[in-house]
């Protein structure tokens, strides 16, 4: 059984930084297309990143040269690095995994981390 647990969420102003991180366990990480999403209040789940096993990136175009997403197979983590924050970035932040090459992957959900924005 493959789980995903987020950290990293928090408070933080307009224009500030945050980093998100994703820890999986219980599958082969390194073989998996990894991602970030998030869910605003009264909307779909949008695909923020994702990144494939070789870290090939995609970007949705609203964080484009904003975030970036990595990933370091050694701590079965994936990371996804928030700059130039506003207001639009609040929502809670999910990861998601894939043991197949895929741009969206879900197979495999964490829970969230909340990301508010405010000054």
């Known amino acids: 059984q493959v789980q995903l647990v987020e950290s990293g969420g928090g408070l933080v102003q307009p224009g500030g930084s945050l980093r998100l991180s994703c820890v999986a366990s219980?599958?082969?990480?390194?073989?998996?297309?990894m991602g970030w999403y998030r869910q605003f209040p009264d909307k779909e789940r949008e695909l923020v990143a994702s990144?494939?096993?070789?870290?090939?990136?995609y970007y949705t175009d609203s964080v484009k040269g904003r975030f970036t997403i990595s990933r370091d197979n050694d701590k079965n983590t994936v990371y996804l690095e928030m700059n130039n924050v506003n207001p639009g970035d609040r929502a809670i932040y999910c990861c998601?995994?894939?043991?197949?090459?895929?741009?969206?992957?879900?197979?495999?959900w964490g829970r969230g981390t909340q990301v508010t924005v405010s000054p």
């Open positions: 998601a995994g894939t043991p197949q090459k895929t741009y969206q992957p879900g197979d495999y």
């Open positions: 219980g599958g082969t990480f390194e073989t998996y297309a």
């Open positions: 990144i494939s096993s070789s870290a090939y990136a």
